[in-house]
């Protein structure tokens, strides 16, 4: 069975196939209690989230992950969407909204790691 952070670096390695610009992992479980990885990937439309959303979700389905919470449209204005698997937290953001709201610096003492090296 494989551990949570190999399920978090091919979640990261997913989004990065399916076009997700500057995918990062971050691992944050000594910083709180209410997940351990953020995956966190810019999107350049709706279509494109759903696209990676669809991704995830049959991810999920054949890893045992289940989805806690998620938006399941990407409407106009809406800038940042998130799926949760509870442990793996998947960001997916337009590029001004993370430029905006900089979880990576928000995060700075999360490790950053290297999801290719699966």
Do not use: C, P
């Amino acid at each position: 069975m494989k551990d949570v952070e190999q399920k978090a670096k091919e979640i990261a390695l997913l989004m990065e196939d399916g076009k997700g610009k500057d995918v990062v992992l971050l691992d944050i479980s000594k910083l709180n209690s209410w997940t351990d990885y953020f995956v966190i990937a810019t999107v350049t439309s709706s279509a494109h989230w759903q696209g990676l959303y669809k991704q995830a979700k049959d991810y999920a389905k054949n890893n045992d992950l289940e989805i806690h919470l998620t938006n399941k449209k990407m409407s106009d204005g809406n800038d940042w969407n998130l799926i949760d698997f509870g442990s793996i937290v998947i960001h997916l953001m337009s590029e001004n909204a993370r430029n905006f709201y900089d979880l990576e610096k928000l995060w700075h003492t999360g490790n950053l790691i290297d999801f290719h090296t699966v």
